[in-house]
């Protein structure tokens, strides 16, 4: 099967002033791609146009908090007028929550649907029709908290089971029209997502993280995510303990809901630090 190339395409990274988001729009910059770098924080945003440009990419970063459609419609516009359209789009920008459901403030999880799901929608709303044209393709950045339960987590993995719903959905929708939807569930990566987790008041929570497994770098999931949209892939499970923790929850929900709630069980009884 042809591979896609991504020379002189247009790529659109949003939350793309760190962590995943930056190391992918590096990668597919590095590959000849046209990167616009969206991002809600303005001043990292402006550096890593800096420094994109300083490396010789073709590179437009834009201000835009994914929360508010207004900024998401006038970005992609923006975009569009000056790159004449959009070829990929990845949707990124996420936050995360740590804290028990009884305790959690409804504020919350509006806050974590409003960026990871509502976000993710209203980009890609306002990029379809660029994106139908140029036969382009869509990435999801998800999780394995959207495909399976996570204790701790009821906000950020209802968001991310949100943001399956949808993106497989359209998959459907438009896979005649010519454009792929790549869904991407990373396991544990080692960017800013912790530090700036949500707790039950909607300040930073100061518990510590559970996890299982190594931790990834962002630069290694952005080569796996380069190559499986140059390869259409479907679904993406990222990190070794990813794909374990995918499998198990196929083949014995009961057994990992089990092993997961033990293993996460005790991050929210340890006091913050
Ligand atoms: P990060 O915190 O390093 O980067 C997230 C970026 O999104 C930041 O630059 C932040 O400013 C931006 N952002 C947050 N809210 C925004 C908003 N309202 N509008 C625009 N930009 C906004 O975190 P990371 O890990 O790179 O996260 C990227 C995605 O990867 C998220 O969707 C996350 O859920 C997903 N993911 C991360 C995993 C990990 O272990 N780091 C595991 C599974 C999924």
């Not at 590959?31 to 073709?58: I, S, W, Y």
């Not at 970005?75 to 740590?98: C, H, K, P, S, Y």
């Not at 993280?209 to 140059?230: H, M």
Request: aromatic content about 6%.
């Amino acid at each position: 099967m042809a591979r896609r190339r991504f020379s002189n395409r247009i790529v659109v990274v949003t939350g793309a002033a760190s962590g995943i988001g930056l190391a992918v729009a590096r990668r597919f910059a590095r590959a000849g791609a046209t990167c616009a770098l969206l991002d809600m924080d303005a001043v990292r945003v402006k550096a890593c146009e800096q420094a994109f440009a300083d490396a010789g990419h073709r590179v437009l970063g834009l201000r835009c908090d994914v929360t508010r459609r207004s900024d998401c419609e006038a970005a992609m516009q923006t975009v569009i007028e000056r790159f004449g359209g959009i070829d990929v789009l990845f949707n990124n920008a996420g936050i995360t929550q740590r804290s028990a459901f009884v305790e959690t403030r409804i504020e919350v999880y509006e806050r974590v649907m409003a960026v990871n799901f509502f976000g993710a929608l209203y980009c890609t709303k306002a990029a379809i029709h660029s994106l139908i044209r140029r036969r382009g393709l869509i990435i999801s950045n998800e999780s394995i908290a959207g495909l399976a339960p996570l204790l701790g987590r009821t906000g950020y993995a209802a968001s991310k089971h949100a943001m399956h719903g949808l993106f497989t959905s359209l998959r459907s929708e438009v896979r005649d029209r010519g454009v792929h939807v790549m869904v991407v569930c990373p396991g544990f990566i080692k960017t800013n997502l912790q530090d700036r987790a949500l707790g039950a008041d909607g300040t930073v929570t100061r518990h510590p993280q559970s996890r299982v497994g190594r931790q990834d770098t962002p630069e290694c999931a952005a080569d796996a995510i380069f190559r499986g949209a140059e390869r259409e892939k479907d679904l993406l499970v990222l990190t070794a303990m990813g794909k374990i923790g995918y499998w198990v929850s196929r083949l014995a929900p009961a057994f990992y809901e089990r092993r997961m709630a033990r293993r996460f069980k005790a991050e929210l009884e340890r006091p913050p630090s």
